[in-house]
């Protein structure tokens, strides 16, 4: 009986040219897809110690079980490598619709090994790769790449791409799909490294649902949750469909919870101006979905540009409001709108620029770095757009800012790690550590650096528990990155379990691939593949000392209205991380236990010291 | 005593305003009181918070703390002189 | 009751192609869609799926040389038993909406009166209702 899943991947040699088809083993199948598949076989196929830019790295791009079928929400594909900003193990998703088009190769993922000597372009048409130049395409942009592939190779791929800042190695460049984006841990940078310039995937094979009749019915029934929610005028997710994910801005600000002016503040006073409400209300705008998505939450915005030009970006996301809004003090929605459009133009996350230029302009204000030509200032656009390019192009003080908010300062000295708002190298999330204190320790512990997908967001912004307190905040924790490492086994978009009751989960393993999997254990299977990163992440050197926030966060309290001049405790802060590792059954250093690991099956992959 | 609804966000946008102020003739009004009176007022703006008593899903009361912090109000009964006579209204948040 | 298409309203996610598809084949298969969407950015997508009534003049009808596209109940239709796979009607639809399938043209047959495609559609940019 087949399917969803084509147990079958293609590993592209880049080194060699060539590509192989690979039978999924036996021993893949229960981590179920996407993520578990990729943190598996990255786990068992590399060295965790490597350089993440040589050719020993590899990508492994995978789908799910629900990728490519009716199950609203379920576009996304994931990416697996280890991480040249973070020298952890890396995930990274993006939407749109080449995870639907991989599923339709007839596979169940790709894996890129080694590195091309000459640029390339890789198309796949169902299992047939081919390796074309690259050369009519360097240079460009990514939508400006991928639409050459459409033009010239054909209209009907669906395409993945790097920029200017990939193809220069910039650690925190990112990989683009169709204007959505695989943004963390500087995927850019290692399809860089391995001289891929870009991806595109053809296919003609479709998919198989093995209970149709029940599949069926499973997505009317998860059809129907989506739309009574998104009908409910004040349902989260309903926002996201009317407005974006830019929607809650004014909670946030009113929170004192708003990073402002690399995050000395928690309030924006123009953070108005570049909500989501606003971009609905100013600039042409449509609602734009993913494959199979009834929600649309993504938004086209048709915008000028600061030499009168007119253009158009997909974005920007709640994420860009803060991270090239007020984390820089700039408040002019154009700007924030053409800085959004040169992250997608450069290939860059616009998370960690946006904190890297952050820190450039605070550094540049204590004195301790400047740049010929370009003034540094906060809320400046020229300092902004101006310090955008220059990283893009390693030009430079750019260069150095290139390597990420923490090497560079660790370049610069003069004691401004203090505020460079990042973990692991990777910058903060539009969250704020010291406002949202299970948000920051997830943030810390998070397996690829200062993530928020994990992170019990919700649940403090709106007071359902004590933003402020830190009981309770380890188990809140830690049930999250479980959860969320399970739906991304699927995959399933994050914003789906925010309505979807959990039971529905195993229902749709087994209604598409005929897998039985109990709730728990699903659950079980997020906690396996989060303690199979851990492993990994040991073993590439990182350690407890490195689950750890920047000084600026135990030492300077948030200033400005509604803040409460919130610091964080050090040594209480020390207790909860202490609480957090004792829940996931890992020794003080952070180090699980062999107990732990025969409980869940990989006491194989044991790390000891 | 007055009363004072502070509006944020989508809620600053759904009403038009920044923020309602009710003028009660004694001081036991709770905060389903006040937003009854809003409710009345912006009706041709469709303002409508509360069903069945309570509050629809999604709807966030807060009241300011004197530290200038804020914390959440989970029961629409609370009576106003015990909050500073005054709540902030916000929707669930956004942000992924 | 009229078929109609409004691609101002179509947020592109693609589940009127799949519903299609799985009406017509039971998998889900793109390549066996009487419907596709092409992504116009900034613009509104192309829709490419049979107008009927709001393509009066039928380009079709008068492009196949073997009477195999007729009009049913007020419809037109391509008949499987007609059609000899000549591929001439396919460059005369303004719409793209013929394409070849097992060497016969095909296209939208609105599911024999409940389409699949507008009962996916949840932002009614495909509509199949009583006439305005």
């Known amino acids: 009986m087949a399917g969803s899943m084509y147990d079958r991947m293609i590993r592209i040699n880049c080194t060699s040219g060539t ?159 169709e204007t959505r984006t695989f943004g963390r841990g500087g995927l ?41 929610s998104c009908d409910q005028e004040y349902n989260l997710v309903g926002m996201f469909s009317r407005y974006g994910t830019g929607a809650g801005m004014g909670l946030i600000q009113s929170r004192g919870a708003l990073a402002t002016r690399n995050s000395q503040y928690g309030t924006f006073d123009k953070s108005n101006e570049i909500s989501g409400q606003y971009y609905e209300e100013n600039f042409y705008t449509r609602s734009i979905s993913c494959h199979g998505c009834p929600v649309h939450c993504g938004r086209i915005h048709k915008f000028s540009t600061n030499d009168g030009g007119k253009t158009w970006a997909r974005g920007p996301e709640y994420e860009t409001m803060y991270s090239l809004g007020s984390q820089l003090m700039n408040g002019d929605p154009d700007v924030l709108a053409e800085a959004n459009r040169l992250t997608e133009v450069y290939g860059i996350d616009s998370l960690t620029i946006g904190v890297t230029i952050s820190f450039a302009l605070e550094c540049a204000e204590k004195g301790l770095i400047e740049e010929d030509g370009l003034k540094l200032e906060f809320g400046n656009p020229e300092s902004i757009l101006g310090l955008l390019k220059k990283i893009g192009e390693r030009e430079g003080i750019g260069d150095i800012l290139a390597e990420g908010p923490e090497r560079a300062a660790e370049k610069i000295g003069g004691g401004s790690g203090d505020f460079a708002m990042q973990v692991k190298n990777s910058g903060f999330a539009a969250w704020m550590p010291r406002r949202m204190v299970g948000t920051g320790l997830a943030f810390a512990t998070s397996n690829r650096g200062a993530c928020h997908k994990r992170a019990p967001i919700g649940a403090e912004i709106t007071g359902q528990v004590d933003m402020l307190s830190y009981e309770g905040k380890a188990v809140m924790v830690k049930k999250n990155q479980d959860v969320v490492n399970a739906i991304f086994t699927l995959i399933s978009c994050r914003f789906h379990e925010f309505m979807t009751p959990h039971e529905m989960y195993p229902a749709f393993i087994k209604a598409a691939t005929g897998i039985e999997i109990s709730l728990d254990e699903f659950y079980t299977l997020g906690e396996r593949i989060w303690n199979l990163e851990k492993l990994f992440n040991l073993k590439a050197g990182l350690g407890r000392e490195h689950d750890i926030l920047p000084a600026r966060c135990y030492n300077e309290p948030v200033k400005g209205e509604g803040s409460e001049s919130s610091v964080l405790d050090y040594d209480r802060w020390q207790e909860m991380l202490t609480e957090y590792y004792t829940l996931r059954g890992w020794d003080y250093n952070g180090i699980p236990a062999r107990e732990k690991l025969v409980e869940l099956g990989i006491e194989e992959y044991i790390y000891e010291r | 005593m007055k009363a004072v609804i502070e509006f944020v966000g989508y809620f600053r946008t759904k009403t038009g305003m920044e923020r309602f102020i009710y003028d009660f003739d004694d001081d036991s009004a709770t905060v389903r009181d006040i937003i009854i009176e809003a409710e009345k007022a912006l009706r041709d703006r469709e303002f409508v918070i509360l069903r069945d008593g309570g509050l629809i899903d999604g709807v966030l009361v807060f009241h300011r703390k004197a530290n200038d912090g804020m914390e959440r109000i989970f029961t629409p009964d609370t009576p106003l002189r015990e909050i500073g006579n005054s709540i902030v209204l916000a929707n669930l948040m956004g942000g992924g | 009751m009229q078929f109609r298409v409004d691609p101002e309203k179509c947020t592109e996610c693609g589940r009127c192609t799949m519903a299609c598809s ?111």
């Open chain 3, 22 to 132: 799985l009406a017509k084949t039971g998998r889900i298969q793109p390549q066996e869609s009487r419907i596709s969407i092409v992504r116009c950015w900034p613009e509104v997508p192309e829709i490419k799926v049979c107008r009927f009534e709001d393509c009066p003049e039928h380009p079709c009808i008068e492009a196949c040389p073997f009477d195999a596209i007729i009009i049913v109940d007020g419809k037109v239709m391509i008949s499987d038993e007609l059609c000899r796979g000549c591929k001439l009607c396919v460059p005369a639809c303004p719409y793209k909406a013929i394409t070849m399938n097992n060497k016969k043209a095909v296209k939208c047959d609105l599911c024999g009166g409940k389409p699949a495609c507008v009962a996916e559609c949840v932002t009614s940019a495909l509509t199949y209702s009583g006439v305005k």
């Open chain 1, 19 to 177: 590509s192989t088809i690979w039978n999924v083993p036996e021993d893949l199948k229960p981590w179920i897809g996407g993520m578990g598949y990729g943190t598996k076989i990255l786990s068992d196929e590399i060295n965790p110690a490597i350089d993440a830019l040589s050719s020993d790295n590899k990508v492994v791009l995978t789908v799910g079980p629900l990728t490519g079928t009716t199950a609203p929400m379920h576009a996304q594909s994931c990416i697996v490598t280890k991480s040249p900003l973070t020298g952890t193990i890396l995930n990274s998703y993006a939407g749109g619709f080449v995870g639907a088009e991989i599923k339709y190769c007839g596979i169940d993922g790709v894996i890129l090994e080694g590195a091309s000597e000459e640029w390339k372009i890789l198309l796949i048409d169902d299992d047939k790769v081919t390796f074309m130049s690259a050369d009519p395409v360097m240079g460009m942009g990514t939508e400006e790449t991928e639409t050459w592939i459409k033009e010239n190779l054909g209209q009907d791929y669906k395409t993945m791409s790097i920029g200017r800042a990939g193809e220069k190695v910039v650690r925190m460049a990112a990989l683009f799909s």
């Open chain 1, 188 to 228: 850019g940078a290692v399809f860089g490294s391995k001289k891929i310039k870009a991806a595109a995937f053809r296919g003609t094979c479709g998919t198989d649902l093995a209970d149709v009749e029940e599949f069926t019915r499973l997505t009317a029934e998860n059809m129907k949750i989506v739309k009574d």
